[in-house]
């Protein structure tokens, strides 16, 4: 059973947006850092952004900073990535994650090794 679920991918034009979500079926997603993830074919696994327990957040790279943003509902258990402005270069299976602890890693590498669970993916196409 997968622990944490995304949903919102698809096919958008240039300049379009899309907002993927992240749940979960047993765990609190408030008590742990969730990061999103991207890769792209042919390309390593590269972190976006992170929440932590308490709130803090962090992006990681200057290619999405102030286009993507990070967001938690606790109500929902849900964890939001809002991706504004995307481009062709935006393509790509799209992941959220949690290493279990509540602190995000200063990096998107550091993050990445830390995860315990990922999502099974969910697939961003940008095309006209």
């Known amino acids: 059973q997968e622990r944490l679920v995304e949903s919102g991918g698809g096919l958008v034009q240039p300049g379009g947006s899309l907002r993927l979500s992240c749940r979960a079926s047993?765990?609190?997603?408030?008590?742990?850092?969730i990061a999103w993830f991207r890769q792209a074919p042919g390309q390593e696994r590269e972190g976006l952004s992170c929440i932590g327990s308490s709130g803090d957040i962090t992006y990681y790279g200057d290619s999405v900073r102030g286009k993507f943003t990070i967001s938690r509902d606790s109500a929902k258990n849900t964890v939001y990535l809002q991706m504004d402005s995307l481009k062709p270069e935006d393509t790509a299976v799209y992941y959220c994650?949690?290493?279990?602890?509540?602190?995000?890693?200063?990096?998107?590498?550091?993050?990445?090794?830390?995860?315990?669970?990922w999502g099974q993916g969910a697939a961003v196409t940008v095309s006209s």
């Open positions: 047993d765990l609190t997603l408030e008590y742990y850092t």
């Open positions: 994650a949690t290493d279990l602890t509540r602190r995000c890693a200063t990096t998107g590498e550091a993050m990445r090794g830390r995860i315990a669970y």
